[in-house]
């Protein structure tokens, strides 16, 4: 099966509004004030009152884990995701920040998506989330997402101050002599990359990177010309599905 132009307009269909929830987001990191959200409290900061327990937050629509797999069934009957990595026992690996990455395959079409939890299964249904957001999947609903992780990711950048030479000079230059002894990433491939990773946080496209180059890294300017070609080549290469996880 092939992605058609039926299918691809199939998947970013709108959800039904009974298929939409609201998850609070916080808008404030380390918010220590926790309190129950309802009419006249601090804890709403959009003015929708959910009755629940957390600190200040925005309450964004989203669609749950049951109605995307209903999605992607509709769509492709035999769709399948694969973990990226597997730890020694076989089970899927998770990153050093706890996040599951996984590679989702519908009509033939494989990419990239992390999810986060607090527990495997929540895991990877938010994976599965991520992943079908950048097949269009629900993709109305995570733009007001966005817009509130990339402030306060912003925000966090501001605070954080270089400790080093080796935190500001790309790996492609010799701290010591100032030489080159490879040729940095460029603008054509950092380009391709915010396009292949549009949606994803700074901290989840960074930890890709991470996963697939083998070396951490704090923004794309850091990977040479070589790594960036690896990890666009491993966002735009179909995975083998075969024997995958359903």
């Known amino acids: 099966m092939t992605m058609t132009p039926e299918a691809a307009l199939a998947l970013r269909k709108p959800f039904p509004p009974e298929s939409v929830g609201k998850l609070p987001k916080p808008v404030k990191r380390d918010d220590p004030d926790k ?3 309802e009419q006249g ?3 709403s900061a959009d003015g929708h009152y959910c009755g629940g327990y957390h600190v200040r937050s925005m309450h964004l629509d989203f669609a749950g884990h049951a109605a995307v797999t209903d999605r992607l069934l509709t769509v492709d009957p035999e769709w399948t995701w694969e973990p990226l990595a597997l730890d020694p026992t076989g089970l899927p690996a998770f990153d050093r920040n706890g996040n599951l990455w996984i590679r989702l395959t519908i009509c033939g079409t494989t990419r990239l998506g992390v999810g986060d939890g607090k527990s495997i299964k929540e ?3 938010d994976a599965i989330r991520n992943a079908a ?10 733009a007001k997402e966005n817009l509130v992780e990339f402030a306060t990711a912003a925000m966090e950048h501001q605070r954080q101050q270089p400790q080093s030479l080796a935190d500001v000079i790309p790996p492609s230059v010799d701290p ?3 030489e080159v002894t490879e040729p940095g990433v460029t603008p054509a491939q950092i380009r391709k990359l915010g396009v292949l990773m549009h949606g994803q946080s700074r901290d989840e496209a960074l930890a890709a990177v991470a996963a697939i180059i083998g ?3 704090a923004s794309r300017n850091e990977l040479t010309k070589s790594e ?3 990890v666009i080549d491993a966002l735009e290469s179909p995975a083998d599905t075969e024997g995958a996880p359903a």
């Open 215 to 217: 070396r951490p890294v």
């Open 123 to 125: 895991c990877i249904g």
């Open 35 to 37: 309190g129950k959200c």
């Open 228 to 230: 960036a070609g690896r």
């Open 133 to 142: 957001m950048r097949f269009g999947v629900a993709l109305d609903l995570w």
């Open 176 to 178: 010591a002599t100032g």
């Open 41 to 43: 409290s601090r804890y």
